[in-house]
């Protein structure tokens, strides 16, 4: 519990930071035993080998050939055409991604856009992480049949763009967005990896940082360098991903990662390489360096934002930074299956938590960064002054996105890449 | 008509679970072996090129966890014998009518999910745990000591989720131990270690075998224990066939480091079974 223990915080009843005593409030409050729980299986849960499951996807890889579409010819108009409503709408997700109610299957927002629009919304938290979905999915997409879901969640990366490349994806009517084109914030318009929205709006946000103990660091930490400091030895750790590692570390040795050639990738990987030689890394991390990091395992770690927020506010010591030489904005993104059964209720759901009400009641329970700045006048004010929640406009200009690889690309990124994090 | 039906009788038998292997084990091998010699990416698709070259990018590429791989399984496995052998000796022999109880313990964690076991060791051990944090504040330890993130912590692991594999074998082995056998040694002036070392053990050897394909295999191409207790420097070769596959989505690399994986662990376990002398090994275990 960082937060000042005012008054004003005690009024609010089923928000977990309320005011008060913690133990006390953890047994009567069941969102509090969630805020307590929830950083320990964060959203990025990558339980890599449970995506195993969807190995099955391997026996379909041998049918592959020649599956691009152009998806740049992806006629939003003609996909439009004669769509309506179903009534209906199955919403695919990640776990602890949506506001929660009295019970763990209660959605207080979902119920809200069911009362307006008498829309259903079979809500299932089925994505553990990026790929293992994809390779679950792909073979139906493949095969031109409906996966089930309306709606998906996507981060921008590279199975997002394969997504896209493959044409799997619907194209977006904006004249059926008007909440999203008035209400996202500029930093998530447009992005460099689905340029003009064309397939995906944001869901929430996140940064990737520096996370540190500052009593066992001894000191501020401001740069990138700091992960390298042996002074730490043992005691680092960095995420083993394809994806934030190599950007991070692309930015660290000062190259915008969108600009940066395969001879950057070379000496962003060295300078790794010798971090991990002089045995200053403990482990490449996936979601566990949060545990790692509260429990004293870790000193300072590469982190997500959303992680660290939650474990400030129930009360490990912890900071985040982004880091001077700059830090990484990724985004999980709404998309509609272009073989979706009902798009026409997941784009009415899309721009439905666009309005700053709803947005504030997810960013409430989720903890990441909102597409729409206007949620923080909707949401208590320990949260709105979070920067982790509303970064400041100088946050944002330090963060960057991570490179969009072609697939040729792609391979020699992840032969210069995958030896650092996987020795 | 009775009798061609009697002598198809054992096909008849074998059938359900021939299917059963040709759907599920051949089928999908051949079609591994079909995708590690295409070429091409997710995207644009794969085509039928049957480039070889893909191997040898394999083992060039991984070599260091190839080697350590069936380094780190050989001595989880021999760690595992050392363990498993007096315990299984000692419930074979000494403990009476609570054996079947003693096996229900031995066996009692394994009902517990492999991952949440491999998981909750992360926990017990980490470096200001519940172990290393007391004996560290006890000055027993120093204070950058630590297991987890180590070679050690991975082989330990192995040792620990595969140890009932080596077990049971062991045990199943020196419970049909004739006792009259030992009794015989025994007159014949034989003392307790020649009535080991000459009747039990090798009568037990089966097992031991037995045990030793069961552990060594699976531990080998085994990725949750480096996944979770590792650090940097033990990754396993399972490890890289699950990134190669998920995340890079490079099947061809990923079917070929497999048929590799099980080609060398064919062919150490043809080895292994020659110097052991497999005549032996089958005909005690006829008996």
Known sequence: MTQPDTPGDTGRSGNHRSGGDLHAAALADPAMLRGLTQAR????????????????AFLAACGVSGEKKDSAGADAAS????????????????????????????????DIFTKETGIKVTYREVIQDNESFFAQIRPTLAAGRSIGYDLMVLTNGIT???????????????????????????????????????????????????????????REITSYNDLFDPKFAGKVGMFGDNQDLPNLALLGIGVDPAKSTPDDWKKAAAKLTAQRRDGIVRKYYDQSYIDALAGGDLWISMAWSGDVYQQIATGTNLKFVVPAEGGLLWTDNMCIPKTAPHPVDAISYMDFVYRPEIAGMLTEYINYITPVPKAAEHVPADLAKSTLLFPTADELSRVSRFRVLTTAEETVWNRIFQPVYQS | MRRRAGALAPYFLVLPGGLWLAIFFVVPMAVMLSVSLQTGNVVDGFTQTFDVGVYADAITTYDTQFIRSLIFGLIATVATILLAYPMAYWIAFHAGRNKSNYLFLVLLPFFVSFVIRTVSWKFLLADDGIVLGNLKDAGLLPADFHVLATSFAVVAGLTYNFFPFMLLPIYVALERVDPRLLEAADDLYANRRGVFGRVVLPLSMPGVF?????????????????????????????????TTYLTNADYPLASAVSFILMAVLLVGIFVYARL????????????
Do not use: C
């Open chain 1, 41 to 56: 299986f964060g959203r990025r849960g990558l339980l890599r080998f449970a995506g195993l499951a969807g190995g099955a």
């Open chain 1, 79 to 110: 996909f439009w055409k004669d769509r309506t409503k179903a009534g209906t709408l199955d919403f695919a997700n990640w776990p602890l991604y949506m506001d929660v109610g009295s019970t763990d299957a209660d959605h207080p927002s979902l």
């Open chain 1, 160 to 218: 997002l763009s394969r997504v896209m490349q493959l044409g799997y994806l619907a194209p977006l009517d904006h004249a059926r967005l008007p909440t999203f084109a008035a209400n996202a914030s500029p930093s998530v318009k447009n992005p460099t990896y689905d340029p003009g929205n064309a397939f995906t709006i944001p869901w929430q946000s996140g940064l990737t940082g520096i996370a540190y103990n500052p009593a066992k660091t001894g």
């Open chain 2, 210 to 242: 037995a045990g030793f394909l069961l552990t060594f295999v699976p531990a080998t191409s085994d990725f949750v224990n480096a996944y979770v207790l590792g650090g940097t420097n033990t990754t396993m070769i399972g490890n890289i066939i699950q």
């Open chain 2, 276 to 287: 052991l002398g497999t005549r032996d090994v089958l005909e005690l275990s006829a008996r």
